[in-house]
């Protein structure tokens, strides 16, 4: 039962280019979501997040937008370096209980 | 201040055997979860603990897998009989409150292969 959702499990952009990451959950329960980056043999980093409450997060180069009406959300790197290569994991928690719901992650390459 | 640590990185054992992952939280954060990334997929929750509390295991194996938190040291994740099916990446997670939510920080993950 995969209650995060992310479709597309690979996307290459051009350097400097806008890469956009979707990121699609079915629990309407869920009111945290947060971004992780991860690079191979190392753990995920977390890069951005946002609450039920906003509809826009932004951190520098990367914006997170969530549309609770879509339970949709997505992350938003502008522009694109090579050091974001990396796969991304979306994530989503309930503030009814414990865990983090991960989506199956997207592969980003920035092409240089 | 240091991340979260997992030791061992890198962990084999053959079938039958035991498996202990250890994981330290980050300073000054007393919850600690693991989860398993089986290849090509996404993490899975397994198991949210507090200092000699388990708070939910709800992801846990019902058999062979055991996590504990004790008051003093690391977390715990212990795998008895491994089997093949048991390779994977563990990772473990502290939290602390960010935002109105609760981040979760990682460690490097602990990669254990059953041959």
């Known amino acids: 039962d995969q209650q995060v959702k992310q479709n597309s499990p690979s996307l290459s952009v051009q350097e400097g280019r806008i890469s956009i990451l979707n990121c699609d959950y079915t629990?309407?329960?869920?009111?945290?979501f947060l971004w992780y980056k991860k690079y191979p043999a190392e753990g995920p980093t977390f890069l951005i997040s946002?609450?039920?409450?906003?509809d826009k997060n932004e951190d520098g180069r990367f914006t997170v937008f969530l549309n609770k009406s879509a339970k949709h959300l997505s992350l938003h790197i502008v522009p694109s370096q090579p050091g974001d290569s990396a796969v991304y994991f979306c994530?989503?928690?309930?503030?009814?209980?414990?865990?983090?719901?991960f989506g199956t992650g997207t592969s980003l390459t920035v092409i240089p | 201040n240091a991340g979260v640590m997992q030791n061992p990185r890198h962990l084999v054992r053959r079938r039958g055997q035991e498996a202990r992952l250890r994981c330290s939280p980050m300073k000054g954060h007393s919850h600690v979860y693991w989860y398993r990334q089986l290849p090509e997929e996404g993490l899975k929750f397994m198991v949210y603990l507090q200092k000699e509390n388990i708070i939910d295991e709800s992801g846990m194996p019902k058999e062979r897998f055991s996590a504990e938190f004790p008051k003093e040291g690391p977390s715990i994740l212990r795998i008895q009989q491994v089997v093949r099916g048991d390779s994977a990446a563990y990772f473990c997670a502290s939290s602390a409150l960010r935002d109105g939510g609760e981040t979760q920080y990682f460690g490097p993950g602990t990669r254990l292969l059953v041959l």
């Open positions: 629990n309407s329960m869920f009111d945290y």
């Open positions: 994530a989503a928690s309930a503030n009814t209980g414990n865990q983090f719901y």
């Open positions: 946002i609450s039920s409450i906003k």
